[in-house]
């Protein structure tokens, strides 16, 4: 599946990945309030044998189905943290 990324200008490390380029009205008032203003970053042709480097391609996917949208938050504190 084609799938656009873009960036969030207010929260950093936060993305939303849509279905098709550009269709902001999919979001949800409150998610699109949260987020702010989007920069596109990234299109991707995605299927579920994709390795993504912080979330599940299956995932993902589900969710672009089921709502047109996918949202990607920071990674923990916590995460960081016990990596290093």
Known sequence: ???FVYASRRRDGTYVWLRE???FDVLPAALAEQVG???FVLEVDLDTDRQLPREDATTVLSH???QGWHLQLPPSDDSES???
């Open 1 to 3: 599946m084609q799938c």
């Open 21 to 23: 380029r550009d269709q």
């Open 37 to 39: 203003e989007l920069r």
């Open 64 to 66: 672009l189905d089921d």
């Open 82 to 84: 016990s990596s290093s």
